[in-house]
Each structure stands twice: as structure tokens, then as C-alpha cells.
């Protein structure tokens, strides 16, 4: 099943899901965005409006980021060589399982506990006997 099986765009959905997923269209407006897609301002709030199109552009941009992740990680690893690359480094061993993050967890507050005395304690083995007598004896 593909991702148009789900929900098939009109023909100036295409038009405006070709253009949504360009990566230079970050940061336009609503109205550049229908311009440089040919589309009315109507279509791009219908388009918007529907959640199956809303899937499909966020399914489409997805995977042409996925794409392009060999890219990024290149680049990564080509700045991680240099001088000024820490964070790429830091990124690259932790990819590889190399490194992680120390994390440490402070807990603070109060405890409140209330201490009950038990008042058979003290007691002898033959003052308890006594004490048990006396609950069987008045049931």
C-alpha cells in the first residue's frame, strides 16, 4: 500500500504537496507558497483542512528527509575532523554507540513519617499471656 492509496490529492493538491515538500519553501508565507504552487489561497486552507493531506505532506517529507540522512551524516563526520567539530564528534560516537551523556538525578525534600510506639514492647512473655486471656475471656 502506498502513501496515495490512503488519500488520492486533486489535481492541485499535487500541485501544492510538490511544493509543500521543497525544502525552500521554509519560512514562506501561505500566499508565496500558493503563488510559486499555482494554487489559490481557498485551496491551500481546503488542502490543510483535510488531515489525509496533512498526512500524506508530513509521510512525503519524512521520507525525503530519511533520504538524506547519509548526507548529513557525512558532513557530520567531515566537520567532526576539525578543529571546531565537537559537537559533530559528540554526535558521531554516540551514533556508534560510544558515548553517552552522564546524567546524574538529585532528589530533594522532606520525608514526613509518623513513628507509632508499640505498647506490647516492654511487655513480658507472661504479661502478653495475661493480655491474651483477657481478650479471649470477655468474647
Given at each position: ?37 499555482k494554487v489559490s489561497r481557498q ?70 513519617h509518623t513513628h507509632t510506639v ?13 493480655i491474651a486471656k483477657g481478650l479471649?475471656?470477655?468474647?
Open positions: 500500500m502506498t502513501k496515495f492509496d490512503r488519500y488520492k490529492p486533486t489535481r492541485a493538491e499535487k500541485k501544492l504537496l510538490e511544493t509543500l515538500v521543497e525544502p525552500e519553501v521554509l519560512g514562506l508565507t501561505v500566499e508565496e507558497i500558493c503563488k510559486k504552487a485551496t491551500y486552507y481546503n488542502a490543510m483542512a483535510k488531515p489525509l493531506f496533512v498526512q500524506l505532506v508530513n509521510d512525503i517529507t519524512l521520507d525525503l528527509v530519511k533520504g538524506k540522512a547519509h548526507n548529513v551524516v557525512n558532513m557530520a563526520y567531515k566537520v567532526a575532523l576539525t578543529e571546531k567539530g565537537f559537537q559533530d564528534r559528540k554526535m558521531i560516537l554516540q551514533m556508534a554507540n560510544l558515548y553517552s551523556e552522564k546524567t546524574e538525578t538529585t532528589i530533594s525534600g522532606t520525608v514526613e508499640n505498647p506490647l514492647k516492654e511487655k513480658t512473655a507472661d504479661e502478653l499471656l495475661e479471649f475471656d470477655n468474647g
